[in-house]
């Protein structure tokens, strides 16, 4: 929660620093014009990668695929239009380079690996015996072994998928 809230105050700081240097330098007028112009066609370039990756997750549905990448892509665009419509040079460098594709494929394959090493699957299994009559508890045998869980990538094929245990 503190890194957050450092974030949400050194941001704004840093912003406000580099658009007051900038105003300095090259005036109001042009000030307001990058602030402006890198907003407009920002957000312009942030909806027709959108437009491309809506369809893209329509088709990769169409075809029986989950369309995972595609969603991770989709959501950095979001991000990127999200950063561009605030202005500073900081947020809008940001959004521009989510906007570029090769370094969203390069960021997207970091997250998946970073969400992958931080998650763990888990399967308890309990084994209830069956009563014929109250009172009468027979004894159950439960194995030493811990239970199979087969676990699916939906970039792996299914004939190819990983196994691992709980």
Not at 114 to 123: E, G, I, L, N, Y
């Amino acid at each position: 929660m503190g890194r957050l809230v450092l974030v949400l105050v050194l941001i704004p700081l840093i912003e406000l620093t580099l658009l007051i240097q900038l105003w300095q330098r090259a005036g109001l007028l042009m000030t307001l014009v990058v602030v402006f112009a890198t907003g407009i066609i920002g957000v312009n370039l942030a909806r027709y990668q959108g437009m491309a990756v809506w369809k893209a997750i329509h088709q990769q549905l169409a075809e029986g695929r989950t369309p995972s990448r595609e969603i991770l892509s989709g959501v950095m665009i979001l991000l990127a239009g999200a950063l561009l419509m605030t202005p500073g040079i900081v947020t809008d460098t940001c959004g521009f380079l989510l906007l570029v594709p090769k370094l969203r494929l390069t960021l997207g394959t970091f997250l998946i690996r970073w969400f992958r090493s931080r998650t763990a699957a888990s399967v308890q299994m309990n084994v209830w015996p069956t009563v014929d009559v109250p009172g009468n508890v027979p004894e159950v045998d439960v194995p030493d072994e811990q239970p199979r869980v087969r676990v699916l990538d939906p970039e792996v094929s299914t004939g190819s998928a990983r196994r691992s245990r709980a």
